[in-house]
């Protein structure tokens, strides 16, 4: 079953979130995923404060998507991260359809 992983993104420093960005989209296609939506406009429709910048990738399941986040090779990228940028990141499990 499809898994998504979705973030919620504040930028600190644009310099440190490029690096970031490069390194996680390499370790992100290397586990299967692929971006549904990456940064582009997003308005709040009903509820809550204003959108910040929103980040939707796809896995093949969620255990790939954990293992990507769990990798060796994404570790590089989350010592950018802590610099970079502000995140919520959620996991969100794929519906079977008919």
Do not use: H, N, Q
Request: aromatic fraction near 10%; proline fraction near 4%.
């Amino acid at each position: 079953m499809l898994a998504y992983v979705i973030f919620e993104v504040e930028v600190r420093d644009g310099e440190a979130m490029e690096a970031y960005r490069a390194l996680a989209a390499t370790t992100i296609a290397e586990y299967g995923g692929r971006y549904l939506a990456r940064a582009g406009a997003a308005e709040v429709v009903e509820g809550g404060p204003p959108p910040k910048t929103i980040i939707i990738v796809e896995f093949p399941s969620m255990a790939r998507a954990r293992e990507w986040y769990a990798s060796a090779e994404y570790a590089e990228a989350l010592k950018l991260r802590r610099t970079a940028l502000e995140r919520r990141l959620m996991f969100v499990e794929g519906v079977v359809s008919a």
